[in-house]
């Protein structure tokens, strides 16, 4: 397991959330979000760690590890074999308290809060005892001390796991997480476009998600990867292959959104409701990271 210590610990704010701190994490981590129910591209991520010699205790996840494709059980059966670290997600929150809607804090009566209609109940129903016992294992927060900075995962924000914290977010809502949590670094997910950010000699990351594509016109999807060789912290970028054609046949059951199916195929989502005016003129034409 290597050189490395768990501790886990409620930490009383007045969101009363739990952190849980990793010691000593060094070498490479891999950085990922949103599985979404992708049992494909998570048997994919799981082998190129394996391939770049990373441990399951230095693979975290920023959460929704269940979401709009077709294999929720088999999805978290796997994620909690493999070992991974990964936090809630709005969506792990609302399963762990039986609740009727994803949380996602879609727009009411838009076409994102409609798809949820489909996908939520599909995977509430498909969750054994085991999978929900799993998900409600897993903290709000991680934190660690990495190349000598200290390093906090959120979903969506610190303050509101729902909350869409995208590059083109003014700096200053990003620099309140990094001050309430006392960090250099955020690591954050929910948005669903990798991105990073740098000021003040603070850092804001997205890995992106491996369950979607990032509405770049392209089937692959994005995670990233931390190093600490000569105790700096560096971060790269990447895109990854998967069997996304057996994906999307399998999400086309009757059952869920076949605009998501389409998406899984096409690289581009089927509306921008969430995005602000700069994301939303990125589709279709890539990243600019």
């Known amino acids: ?15 009363d959330k739990k952190i849980e701190h990793i010691k000593n994490l060094k070498g490479k981590v891999l950085l990922f979000g949103g599985v979404y129910s992708n049992l494909q591209a998570l048997e994919k991520l799981k082998s190129i760690a394996e391939s770049e010699n990373i441990p399951p205790e230095n693979c975290i996840c ?20 493999w070992g991974a670290k990964s936090i809630v997600g709005n969506v792990e929150i609302q399963l762990s ?5 994803c949380g996602c804090d879609f727009k009411e ?3 994102c809060d409609g798809f949820s209609q489909l996908w939520y109940p599909f995977a509430q129903s498909k969750l054994s005892k085991s999978s929900l016992d799993f998900i409600k294992t897993l903290p709000d927060f991680l934190q660690f001390e990495y190349a000598g900075k200290k390093v906090t995962v959120v979903h969506g924000s ?11 977010t003014p700096w200053e809502t990003k620099l309140e997480d990094l001050k309430a949590t006392k960090s250099d670094v955020i690591i954050a997910g929910h948005c669903g476009l990798p991105f990073h950010h740098t000021q003040e000699n603070k850092i804001w990351l997205n890995p ?3 369950g979607m594509p ?7 999807v994005w995670y990233m990867i ?5 105790d700096e912290l560096t971060f790269s970028h990447h895109r990854m292959d998967y069997n996304f054609m057996l994906t999307s046949k399998l999400m086309q059951n009757g059952l869920l959104p076949q605009e998501y199916a389409r998406t899984i195929t096409t690289g581009i989502w089927n509306n921008t409701e969430i995005l602000p005016a700069i994301e939303s003129g990125w589709q279709g034409f890539g990243i600019p990271l």
């Open 1 to 15: 397991m290597g050189n490395w210590q768990l501790h886990t610990f409620i930490f009383n704010t007045n969101l």
């Open 62 to 81: 920023t959460g929704d590890i269940v979401g709009y494709c077709a294999q929720p059980e088999e999805t978290v059966q796997l994620f909690k074999i």
């Open 97 to 101: 308290e039986g609740a009727e809607d």
């Open 109 to 111: 009566g838009g076409r």
């Open 158 to 168: 610190y303050f509101n796991v729902s909350e869409f914290i995208f590059k083109s």
């Open 208 to 210: 992106g998600v491996i």
């Open 214 to 220: 990032a509405n770049d016109g392209t089937p692959q």
């Open 226 to 230: 931390l190093n600490d060789k000569k």
